[in-house]
């Protein structure tokens, strides 16, 4: 699937685009870049989940955000000479269009819709970055984690009948829910039991089924009680 602001161009600017980017795939773990790494190039993501993060004081790794299908990173190389400042992990299998930052530039010159449909976008994952600091602060675990679960959902039943059982796409991991939410791989996992016992959730090997997503979206509303 093609990232998102592509559709805001017109045909003949899509079609630059694609005709100027690389294709190109990452494996779950992988990186994408290193923080300290010149912003050579930006990526727009068709496919797959990727983590941004920093190290903290004992090479602790602090999540700072989670980008999907249709989001853009690296936008820092507009900014000749700028480093990307954080790392990007493939957090499953990641396919990303992938433009050099001179040609980003020169496709902006040759088509303005393209810096519109740029700032369009990244003002739309900055709301995304608000909304995720904003739960952190007011939002229980549990209610972070069904929001997270839901979003996962959304993302995995567009061919599932209303009301139905929802597999997860993809492998997902206790970590890497922890990721998402800011927590820690052990609160998710105990969470995630919670779920199950009251019948949320069937639970396998990183593999996830949401049985009641109206129950999963009380949890959303309200924390978990005893």
Not at 79 to 82: I, L, N, V
Not at 122 to 127: G, K, N
Not at 193 to 210: E, N, P, Q
């Given at each position: 699937m093609l990232p998102s602001f592509l559709n805001a161009l017109t045909a003949e600017a899509r079609a630059a685009v694609l005709s100027s980017a690389r294709t190109l795939q990452w494996s779950r773990g992988s990186l994408l870049h290193h923080s300290d790494d010149v912003a050579e190039a930006a990526y727009a993501l068709s496919g797959g989940h990727v983590r941004l993060y920093r190290l903290g004081s004992g090479?602790?790794?602090?999540?700072?955000?989670?980008?999907?299908?249709?989001?853009?990173?690296?936008v820092a190389t507009l900014?000749?000479?700028?480093s990307?400042?954080?790392?990007?992990?493939?957090?499953?299998?990641?396919?990303a269009l992938v433009l050099g930052g001179d040609n980003l530039r020169q496709l902006i010159k040759a088509?303005?819709?393209?810096?519109?449909?740029l700032?369009?976008?990244?003002?739309?994952?900055?709301?995304?970055?608000?909304?995720?600091?904003?739960?952190l602060v007011f939002l229980e675990v549990s209610q972070r984690l069904a929001l997270a679960l839901l979003q996962l959902a959304h993302e995995s039943g567009s061919e599932v009948p209303e009301g139905g059982p929802v597999a997860l796409r993809g492998r997902i991991s206790h970590q890497d829910l922890a990721y998402v939410v800011g927590s820690t791989r052990e609160t998710?996992?105990?969470?995630?039991?919670?779920?199950?016992?009251?019948?949320?959730?069937?639970?396998?090997?990183?593999?996830?089924?949401?049985?009641?997503?109206?129950?999963?979206?009380?949890?959303?509303?309200?924390?978990?009680?005893?």
């Open positions: 090479a602790r790794e602090v999540t700072v955000s989670v980008h999907g299908q249709g989001e853009v990173l690296g900014t000749p000479g700028a990307y400042g954080l790392y990007a992990e493939a957090m499953d299998d990641v396919e088509h303005p819709d393209m810096a519109v449909a700032t369009a976008q990244v003002a739309r994952q900055t709301r995304s970055l608000q909304e995720r600091l904003s739960q998710i996992t105990k969470l995630l039991g919670d779920f199950r016992g009251r019948g949320l959730l069937d639970l396998g090997y990183r593999r996830i089924v949401v049985t009641d997503l109206v129950g999963l979206q009380h949890a959303a509303r309200q924390p978990l009680s005893a």
